[in-house]
């Protein structure tokens, strides 16, 4: 028998299914990493630390420049890395895995 249209709409059970989606939910919920992610989405190439501060700084109403750079240094993008949605080093990058969750931000 097929399943009915309330069935697909039942949350998940599994404790670490939801653990993860609380998780990302909870990354999500700052309008600055959402920022993020739309931001790097729309590049064609990853930037580095420094114009990703300026974008941030410039779509925020009340960073500085730098502490944009220092926020996404010490806070977002730490978490954003700890859920698997970016990679940075010497630029920022989103991670295969960040698909997905993209379509949460699209109307930031």
Known sequence: MGRNHHEALEPATDAGATADTDELFAVLSSAKRRFVLAHLAQRAAPPALDPLAGALAEWSDD??????????HHVHLPKLREAGLVEYDDTVAL???A??????????
Request: cysteine-free.
């Open 63 to 72: 960073l500085s420049h730098e502490d944009a750079r220092i926020a996404l």
């Open 95 to 97: 991670t295969d895995d």
């Open 99 to 108: 698909a997905g969750s993209l379509s949460l931000v699209e109307n930031v």
